[in-house]
């Protein structure tokens, strides 16, 4: 009868194997959302570390690549866990209709539940928190301009916090 082998790999190769694995999963993370084919434009923008002033507007300019039509338009917000707020009020401003004029809404996100809870979800004292801001986000024909502002309305100034904002566009 043959004897069985037994081989056992040390402790040391064992944790570096599991610390090469864990490593990988972010960036296979990012590859598999990079390849989502509805996106047409993602972009985030970082807040400074002394916080985010209300002079600090985010302005995200759209390629001309992307084609007239409407799309879905999504709003992420990543914070720290020492973000002293429930929630998070910001302006909105779009100039993507071949006009020279900018359209501005106001919006309110809840970035915790009543009871303190983050509804963003993140490692280490950093969430994220998305939110489908409009379903039919339309960017005109031929627009010259295609620029999105935003800027917090929050009575702190700067505001302590907030890490990045970004935008997503995506077909329906």
């Given amino acids: 009868m043959p004897k069985q082998l037994r081989t056992t790999i ?19 993370y990012l590859l598999l959302t990079a390849c989502h084919s509805n996106t047409v434009y993602h972009s985030y923008q970082s807040i400074p570390t002394t916080g985010w002033s209300k002079s600090d507007t985010l302005v995200y300019t759209l390629p001309a690549s992307i084609p007239a039509g409407t799309y879905e ?25 071949d006009t020279s004029t900018y359209t501005t809404d106001t919006l309110q996100l809840f970035l915790a539940d009543k009871t303190g809870n983050w509804n963003g979800n993140g490692p280490g004292g950093l969430y ?18 295609r620029n ?19 935008i997503r566009l995506e077909k329906p």
């Avoid at 338009?73 to 209709?97: A, C, F």
């Avoid at 960017?139 to 301009?145: C, G, L």
Wanted: net charge positive.
């Fill in 73 to 97: 338009m999504t709003i992420g917000i990543r914070h720290q866990e020492s973000y002293p707020y429930r929630d998070l009020w910001m302006n909105i401003s779009t100039n993507v209709k």
């Fill in 128 to 145: 994220q928190f998305t939110k489908l801001y409009t379903p039919s986000f339309t960017i005109a024909q031929d627009s010259a301009s």
């Fill in 10 to 28: 040390p402790s040391h190769k064992l944790l570096w194997l599991i610390k090469n694995k864990i490593a990988c999963l972010p960036i296979i």
């Fill in 148 to 166: 999105i502002r935003i800027v917090h309305i929050m009575t702190d100034n700067p505001l302590k916090g907030i890490s990045d904002v970004g």
